[in-house]
């Protein structure tokens, strides 16, 4: 061992000691802040499926690989930091001794092969990435999905890949150099090709090592004195979050679908017995969400993909989901060290620390505690409330978070707060809320009207009660019994399933609101009311199958009244006339003319992943139909729809029309409306007929048409409608 090789090997191991102690102390401080969380016991459940989903979702980029050459890039950037780890760990030995490798498998051609293409793909891979960041940074597009990322830590942390990825390859060019690399050419080409041109300097590879754990040494220290560096931080945490998302058998977003019940100490909160003095009511402190959802706070990676599909950020409304995230993850850890010595609000907002306890509080900390979790700059607020009132629970934040935050669940929770606790909400949703419990429906309708929609159809709509047995409860909902338009698709069903010869029946003034407008907005307690009604009624109904028309009840019955003990199989009736036709029983017999378009509901397709269904209904009334399949319920269907003329924005990436999370009823005063962004691309295709499958999405696609003034030109249907037209053969 030379002067230079005594010299590298105190100077790596000093640097690496001061590392990995700051890196103890940053894993220990994530670790106390997760553990402020509230309890949340069902994350332990299904290990098997938890490891199955967190392997499939890392290891194959899932999630990631939505965004193709992005998703490949980072994934070959993710396997190289993984494997070239074990380069990082052999420079110490080079350090030592310029000609040593990594023992045992650090001279087994394979290990050279691999590492070798993993360095090349990943140098590649991270230089694409970069590209990219720089081609869509904040000031180069209209609403760039790095506005508010925390850029310098982007810019170290793709500068330290591409530094660690440089001087590996220097450490082999110089052993070449100097005869004393192990690998063929045929293996290491690229090491070859850079040792040709190095000179044989026997120091070399020594000094380069160095570097290189120089430059790992850094991003470590830098991270470490940065815990709320999500950035880099997430690629140790990523691995946790998605391990323990809410359902991990979920393919896409696990927030998606049901939202999560309203908690207590770790338990869904029992109206009957809760008490709002020792009973928490929703969020009203970063403590009170629940263990997972701080440990979702610290694992943003802050890329933007959530910011870049929000309806409400796309409109210039001041949501943006990751800002959300980022500005709770902040808050967090400023308040870290208060909350640690044992400070904190007990449910009545008395200080839980002793005097003693807070003493030696750093000054900063005591003043982040005394923000308010909702408030206006004047209030210096963690979250606006037109933050908080923006979302429509559309979803597409969680659906294309590749870390897998579930953005809704907190988003409602602490909604919940606001509503129940402190009465604080867009006061046109107060009308709603009245009308739901006094009424039993949004629009404050009389109850006894709920059958109005069955006046004048040519036969008779058989009722639960008056016909002994049958197939389908046709679950017509608010919107399909009380507002105008969506009685059109509610008659149109009907019809169909008549002539379908389909055994069904309604339950007519049995009926109540699902309780999704109630739920969404935060009112948890008039959701349980309108829940358990309908649970009671469907049960002394002996209710197999439903039929429901509306996604959100669609989504209210087959996901959330699980958990009050009713499982039921629930249909849209695009899925059960998908069936209809591929089987036979309804044959379009007249195209469709004009050309149509068709709009994704949030709570069927994203949320639900009812995609095809509605789409090979429309084909067959377009004379497209071919082949047949099985959606996820297994019922048999027809083709996928041709001559269907598809938004850009579709599927699982469908814009909003801006009805959902109880937006419906409250005014959209902030930025363009989201309807009429959707409206617009819905006529950029220039189709004459624009299909829904949402009563809410009718109404918001049905007024931008008007507001565009082209109501003359073109019109807004259900896809039900949209089918009956095509059985009539015209004269």
């Given amino acids: 061992m030379g002067i230079a090789q005594i010299v590298a090997t105190v100077l790596a191991g000093a640097v690496t000691v001061v590392a990995v102690y700051l890196a103890v102390r940053a894993v220990l401080t994530i670790t106390a802040v997760i553990r402020q969380g509230q309890p949340d016991p069902a994350r332990f459940t299904e290990p098997k499926t938890r490891t199955r989903t967190m392997l499939v979702e890392t290891v194959g980029h899932t999630r990631m690989l939505k965004w193709s050459a992005i998703g490949a890039a980072h994934w070959f950037v993710m396997v190289s930091f993984v494997i070239l780890s074990l380069l990082v760990l052999e420079a ?40 990219r960041r720089q081609r869509d ?23 330290v890949i591409v530094g660690v990825l440089i001087f590996g390859f220097l450490i082999r060019g110089f052993k070449v150099a100097t005869d004393h690399f192990e690998y063929p050419v045929w293996a290491t080409p690229l090491s070859h090709a850079i040792g040709s041109v190095l000179p044989a300097w026997e120091d070399g590879g020594t000094w380069a090592a160095l570097i290189k754990i120089f430059i790992s040494m850094a991003w470590l220290i830098t991270i470490s004195l940065n815990p709320t560096m999500g950035v880099a931080w997430h690629r140790f945490l990523a691995f946790f979050n998605i391990y323990f998302k809410r359902s991990p058998e979920k393919p896409a977003g696990s ?32 403590e009170q969400f629940t263990w997972k959802g701080l440990l979702d706070f610290s694992t943003c990676t802050e890329c933007g993909r959530c ?32 909350l640690l010595a044992g400070g904190g609000k007990d449910l009545m907002g008395e200080e839980k620390g002793t005097e003693a306890q807070l003493a030696g509080v750093d000054v900063l900390a005591m003043a982040e505690s005394e923000r308010p979790l909702i408030g206006g700059v004047d209030e210096n607020g963690i979250i606006d409330p037109d933050v908080l009132w923006s979302c429509t629970t559309c979803g597409a934040c969680v659906e294309q978070c590749p870390v897998d935050i579930e953005h809704i669940d907190h988003i409602v929770d602490m909604r919940r707060y606001q509503v129940l606790i402190e009465s604080s909400f867009p006061s046109e949703a107060g009308v709603m809320l009245r009308n739901l419990e006094n009424k039993g429906n949004p629009w404050g309708a009389p109850q006894n009207t709920r ?81 358990q009604q309908n649970v009671e009624t469907l049960q002394e109904a002996g209710v197999k199958k439903i039929v429901a028309t509306c996604p959100h009840c669609f989504n209210t019955l087959g996901n959330e009244y699980e958990q009050l003990g009713l499982k039921v199989e629930v249909v849209h009736h695009t899925q059960l006339l998908a069936h209809l036709v591929a089987t036979g029983k309804l044959t379009p017999v007249q195209p469709v003319d004009g050309g149509v378009t068709y709009h994704d509901p949030c709570y069927l397709g994203r949320h639900n992943r009812v995609f095809e269904a509605p789409r090979e209904v429309l084909g067959s009334a ?110």
């Fill in 92 to 131: 110490y030995f080079e350090v030592v001794d310029p000609e040593a490798g990594l023992p045992i498998i650090g001279h087994w051609t394979i290990f050279g092969l691999v590492t070798e293409w993993i360095g090349i793909l990943g140098l590649i891979g991270i230089l694409y990435l970069i590209y």
């Fill in 137 to 159: 940074k904040p000031g180069s597009t209209k609403r760039s999905r790095f506005l508010g990322s925390t850029m310098w830590q982007a810019y170290f942390v793709e500068a």
């Fill in 255 to 286: 927030g998606l679908g049901a939202l999560k019940p309203m908690m207590s100490g770790g338990k869904p909160l029992d109206f009957e017995e809760a008490d709002p003095e020792k009973d928490q009511f929703g969020v009203a402190q970063v």
């Fill in 307 to 338: 910011q870049s599909q929000c309806p409400a950020w796309n409109t210039a409304k001041p949501l943006s989901p990751k800002l959300l995230v980022l500005s709770l993850r902040d808050h967090a850890y400023a308040k870290a060290p208060y």
């Fill in 451 to 531: 059958e109005d929609w069955t006046k004048g159809l040519p036969f008779e709509v058989p009722r639960v009660g008056e016909v002994e047995d049958f197939d389908y409860l046709f679950w017509v909902g608010c919107a399909g019994a009380f507002e105008d338009r969506a009685k059109k698709t509610t008659r149109a069903v009907a019809t169909l399933l008549n002539e379908a010869g389909v055994n069904y029946a309604i339950l007519g003034e049995g009926e109540t609101c699902s309780g999704d407008p109630a739920r969404r907005i935060g009112n948890e307690f008039i959701y349980q009311m309108l829940a």
């Fill in 622 to 731: 377009l004379g497209g139909a071919a082949g047949k399949s099985q959606d996820s319920t297994g019922i048999e269907s027809g083709g996928r729809a041709s001559g269907l003329i598809e938004m850009p924005r579709n599927q699982e990436r469908s814009f909003c029309c801006g009805a959902g999370g109880a937006r419906m009823w409250m005014e959209e005063r902030i930025g363009k409306r989201i309807n009429v962004e959707r409206t617009e691309e819905a006529l950029a295709t220039g189709a004459k007929t624009i299909a829904v499958g949402c009563p809410f999405c009718y109404t918001m696609i049905g007024d931008g048409v008007t507001g565009k003034g082209k109501q003359e030109e073109v019109e807004v249907v259900d896809v039900a409608t949209v089918l009956l037209r095509s059985l009539k053969q015209e004269a």
